[in-house]
């Protein structure tokens, strides 16, 4: 069998493939990872030197050419490798995406006031195999054997990168070109090797026709995610999307640019039909002003509450599932009728796009204690189309003034034509209903 790597969240997928303020408005439609092809997920739950890892895999094909490689910087043992439920990730996604929201203007005629890491079941696998005469030829020692859920683990450490290079070779897995100089440098971290293919039977067992998310969970001063060994023949620049979960407040990276995106800028009304085309190319034009170097901050927020909210905080329950241990138990929950809101968790949303060229390091983080709330917003505002009861023109002045500034604001953000915004911006007279003939209105 021979297995490609490829990307898969930041972490190196091997496959058979050769392709492998409060607000009052309405919120309207979000910009989730959908949007984006080749997108990678990765939970990261901090606190202290302890850290839950949980990668959802972007896998795509037959689940027997599955698996996964990792560095991590310690022994991992059994229990502290778990399986997760994908919805888990998906609500993380709604929650925390970028979002557009729409206002509705006021009859300008009236006055108005503005105001625990939970282990599963594991089966130990046998030790019959481990630690055999070509391993130790190597200086490759696999250290531990799991089958947790539908997954075999391998951990692995080696005393050089040919070493484990050659096999990984000679037990079916096809190396990318410059693999070598990468997990040495892992090597001389004194990182180790997370290795994780499918166990079929175990799938089958399971009842699971998808691949569910894999969890780690380790204790280390370095914060960091690995991404450049999934770089090394990927197929263009891949989208990584990083949800942090800290009791402290907002995460940032500290090797490369943490930059905010543009938020509460007002868009025009036909936004609403494309939203996801605007944002995929207002992502882009922020990754090229960046020089395709920069982290970008899609999200920060207190996960008791949101506004607007795309989809509801995470239950204490879902965010214990994901590694938060220091929330509410569940006994206390199940004496309460309802359920509380997850106190002291701040969840950082981090995009970037990247490849070897423009990330040449790995992602080195920080938490700070800032918990001011941000989040990608923009905003469409509905002109008045009423009846009014008085004059109205300067009304209709400030109206077109706003038009224009939405029609520049979008093309600076987008570097779509200003021209053809323009034209697809109706005027207020367009917009209000054909008045009725005044004899129509004698009679009904």
């Known amino acids: 069998m021979r297995l490609l790597i490829t990307t898969a969240a930041a972490v190196v997928t091997i496959a058979l493939s050769a392709t492998a303020q409060a607000f009052c408005g309405f919120y309207v439609a979000k910009a989730d990872t959908s949007l984006f092809n080749r997108a990678s997920q990765v939970v990261l739950v901090r606190d202290g030197d302890r850290t839950v890892l949980t990668m959802a895999n972007d896998f795509e094909g037959d689940v027997e050419d599955f698996a996964v490689v990792i560095p991590v910087p310690t022994f991992i043992e059994r229990e502290q ?5 994908n919805a888990l990730i998906d609500h993380l996604d709604a929650y925390t995406a970028p979002r557009l929201v729409e206002y509705f203007d006021p009859d300008p005629c009236q006055r108005y006031d503005v105001r625990e890491l939970a282990a599963m079941a594991s089966r130990p696998v046998s030790d019959e195999d481990m630690n055999g005469e070509r391993e130790q030829s190597l200086g490759v020692t696999i250290e531990a054997s799991y089958t947790v859920g539908e997954y075999d683990i391998l951990i692995l450490s080696a005393e050089e990168s040919d070493g484990l290079i050659t096999w990984l070779t000679e037990n079916g897995y096809r190396i990318p070109d410059g693999a070598e100089e990468v997990v040495g440098s892992y090597l001389r971290q004194d990182m180790r090797f997370f ?9 089958a ?3 699971y026709s998808y691949l569910r998310p894999l969890q780690v969970a380790f204790e280390s ?10 770089t090394l023949n990927a197929d263009g620049m891949q989208e990584l999307y990083v949800y942090a979960l800290t009791r402290t407040g907002r995460v940032e990276t500290t090797n490369y640019r943490t930059v905010r995106l543009p938020s509460d800028t007002e868009v025009p009304e036909f936004v609403e039909a494309e939203f996801g085309e605007f944002y995929r190319d207002m992502f882009t034009r922020q990754v090229e002003e960046e020089n395709n170097r920069a982290v970008f901050l899609e999200y920060a927020w207190d996960m008791a509450w949101c506004d607007p909210c795309a989809a509801d905080p995470l239950s204490p329950d879902e965010l214990r599932r994901l590694g938060v241990y220091w ?11 309802v359920q509380p809101a997850a106190q002291n968790v701040f969840v950082t949303r981090l995009h970037v ?17 800032d918990r001011s709330n941000f989040q990608g917003r923009y905003v469409i505002r509905h002109p008045f189309t009423g009846e009014a ?6 009304y209709e002045q400030q109206v077109q003034e706003r038009q224009e500034r939405e029609a ?14 323009r034209e697809r911006i109706p005027t207020l007279a367009d917009l209000r209903p054909e008045e009725e003939p005044w004899w129509v209105r004698i009679w009904n």
Not at 195 to 203: D, G, H, M, S, T
Not at 327 to 337: C, F, I
Not at 408 to 421: C, H, S, Y
């Open 408 to 421: 520049q604001q979008l093309a600076n953000l987008t570097g779509w034509d200003i021209d053809e915004i």
């Open 221 to 230: 001063p370095r914060f960091m995610l690995p991404i450049r060994l999934g």
């Open 327 to 337: 929330v509410g138990s569940p006994a206390r929950e199940q004496q309460s009728l």
């Open 205 to 207: 067992e399971s009842g």
């Open 81 to 85: 490798i778990n399986v997760a439920d």
């Open 389 to 394: 009861s008085c004059d109205t023109s300067d």
């Open 195 to 203: 290795v994780a293919k499918v166990n079929l039977e175990a799938q």
């Open 353 to 369: 796009r990247y490849d070897a060229e423009h990330f040449p390091e790995d992602l080195m983080f920080q938490e700070t204690g």
